[in-house]
């Protein structure tokens, strides 16, 4: 089975996992946004912005076409949710012309988490495109914010009075729109041009949901300073975990150019030792040949002598 989907699988398991926290207790949900929101904002910039830009896709009115994509995901979200009044189960709890339980909770609702889970998924299978560090750092982001959005959502249809069905139903959409999206992600065709869009685009998405959604949700009812704290745990988690990989990755690039240089090394000595030895042998020829000469000679001197 082809790694992204399997990832994608387990991300769809995390949002089960937090609607279940949900049901049990929502004293730590601006913890586990914060630390999601720190994980986001790490991915963007320790990851997907460096690996966007290190690609040249060319320019569009003389900007960066990866620049113009950053900023148009950004947009893009932020004007699909103000023009289809519909917002993220992560804003369910902060400020009350926020509460919209009922697009929520509803077909919309369902519609707009099943996009934004759909990116999610096509974000697994590019990046994997790309390297499986680039796609492990990204399952890593999209896995704990997964475990927040189902938190979330369940939290928000508590509230709405009407949970059950609509929790299984928005954690069905989940499940198989993240698996969709990374089969989707993993079979399109893209050159690293349009993969440096992609990447571009979906950073600026993932800025739009850490500041506009997450961050605001975590800070709205709790101490900020643990919340930050988790925020700041997030980015330094991605950190380390860019940098462990970009370190593994270097170790392995070169231990295999010192094995391929031994090889090589190996070859040459191989070499030498065939051309010594056919010199051995060309020589050893020659003073063979020599020496018949010099018999010859002798013998033809005693003929002469004899004569």
Do not use: C
Request: hydrophobic letters at 45%; zero cysteines; aromatic letters at 6%.
């Amino acid at each position: 089975m082809n790694i992204a989907l399997g990832l994608a699988a387990l991300t769809a398991v995390a949002t089960a996992l937090g609607g279940l926290l949900a049901l049990k207790s929502k004293d730590r949900l601006h913890l586990v946004l914060g630390l999601s929101a720190g994980l986001l904002l790490g991915l963007v910039a320790f990851e997907l912005l460096p690996e966007s830009f290190s690609h040249d896709a060319g320019e569009f009115l003389n900007v960066p076409i990866t620049a113009v994509a950053l900023i148009g995901g950004f947009m893009a979200l932020h004007l699909f949710e103000k023009f289809s009044g519909s917002h993220e189960p992560a804003e369910s709890e902060y400020g009350s012309e926020h509460r919209h339980a009922g697009n929520v909770a509803g077909t919309l609702g369902a519609i707009a988490m099943a996009g934004h889970v759909l990116i999610d998924g096509i974000a697994i299978g590019v990046a994997f495109q790309v390297s499986n560090e680039l796609g492990i750092a990204v399952f890593v982001a999209v896995l704990v914010h997964a475990f927040s959005d189902g938190l979330n959502t369940v939290s928000l249809l508590i509230k709405s009075g009407n949970w059950t069905k609509r929790a299984i139903l928005l954690l069905a959409v989940d499940a198989v729109a993240r698996i969709g999206g990374a089969a989707i992600g993993s079979s399109i065709a893209l050159n690293d041009d349009y993969i440096a869009i992609y990447l571009a685009l979906f950073a600026g998405i993932l800025i739009y949901l850490a500041t506009s959604h997450i961050l605001p949700e975590a800070h709205s009812r709790h101490s900020s300073r643990w919340t930050l704290a988790t925020t700041i745990a997030g980015v330094l988690i991605m950190w380390a975990l860019v940098s462990q990989i970009h370190s593994s990755d270097i170790h392995a690039h070169d231990h295999g150019d010192s094995a391929s240089h031994s090889d090589e090394h190996g070859s040459e000595k191989d070499h030498d030792h065939d051309k010594d030895g056919h010199d051995d042998a060309t020589n050893e020829s020659h003073d063979s040949h020599k020496e018949d000469g010099d018999h010859d000679h002798d013998h033809d001197h005693e003929g002469d002598h004899n004569h």
